[in-house]
């Protein structure tokens, strides 16, 4: 029997390897996979890219939300192309975990990094693709828009050279010192959950290291007792070795998963959140 018994709550398990247990995690009822080290330095990841990653997870899972750390010191652009093509590719099952990538993180370059990505994925309209092969039409120009980004550290004419993400756009992963009006989830500790104001985030996860064998059962019950107060929407688990990742799968997920998300629906509506409303159109520009 499950120890949550409110409404359902979200878990993801971070993976930075080359994640072979991708597989058993989505099985055992997560949402969601981040993938690679959202302490990334200046020299880029360590190990396989998490973007590459998730590309092959792609064609090995089916539902499992993949969720990449990318660093800001990759172009804007590319970062929009790369992300868009993947949450197409993947039926819409893509995440974001925007980072600096940077010796000393500048977050004023991070933030407008992030707010030039947004505004490619809605450089085009929903249904700005036409395919119309008797009429050598491939998209509608009049829904594909340039963005003209000025800003203090990126310059960006755009438009994207790919149609809008399936989701509007990315589900968006951010610690909590870095959240803001786009993020989605919320990361921080579970002790700060328990103090810590109230973040203007749809969802708020528990970041969990899991590095012992023991306490598994004082942990399954601390959490359940913090969604049961609200004080957190679910957690994020990051097991350090193999046996943490049985742990994870063999203890904890049945004492706190009630139900395996439902088939069929992309990354953004199995989580409960809404699909974002594309800037330009909103406003007709």
């Not at 990759?74 to 993947?86: K, Y």
């Not at 450089?123 to 700005?128: E, F, K, L, M, Q």
Request: charged letters at 25%.
């Amino acid at each position: 029997m499950s120890d949550i018994t409110s409404r359902r709550p979200i878990f993801g398990v971070r993976l930075t390897g080359l994640a072979e247990d991708a597989g058993r995690v989505e099985a055992a009822g997560f949402d969601f996979i981040q993938l690679g080290d959202p302490d990334i330095g200046a020299d880029g990841p360590i190990g396989e890219d998490p973007l590459s990653v998730a590309a092959y997870l792609m064609t090995t899972t089916e539902r499992v939300g993949l969720a990449a750390v990318v660093p800001a010191n990759w172009a804007p652009f590319h970062v929009a192309r790369a992300l868009a093509s993947f949450d197409h590719l993947s039926s819409g099952r893509c995440g974001w975990l925007p980072v600096s990538g940077e010796a000393a993180p500048d977050p004023e370059r991070l933030a407008e990094h992030r707010e030039v990505v947004l505004k490619l994925f809605d450089s085009w309209d929903d249904g700005a693709l036409v395919f119309d092969k008797p009429s050598a039409i491939f998209a509608d120009r009049e829904r594909v828009r340039r963005i003209r980004h000025e800003g203090r550290h990126f310059t960006v004419d755009g438009p994207l050279n790919a149609p809008r993400p399936v989701q509007g756009r990315p589900v968006i992963l951010d610690r909590l010192e870095n959240a803001g009006p786009a993020t989605d989830i919320a990361l921080a500790p579970l002790e700060a959950w328990l103090t810590a104001p109230p973040v203007d985030a749809p969802l708020r996860l528990a970041e969990i290291v899991l590095s012992t064998p023991d306490g598994v059962g004082a942990l399954a019950d601390q959490l359940a007792a913090a969604l049961r107060l609200g004080q957190c929407d679910g957690a994020l688990f990051a097991p350090v070795g193999e046996a943490d990742i049985e742990r994870l799968i063999q203890l904890l997920a049945p004492r706190l998963i009630v139900a395996e998300p439902a088939p069929g629906a992309d990354f953004r509506t199995r989580l409960g959140l809404a699909r974002p409303v594309n800037r330009y159109a909103a406003t007709g520009a």
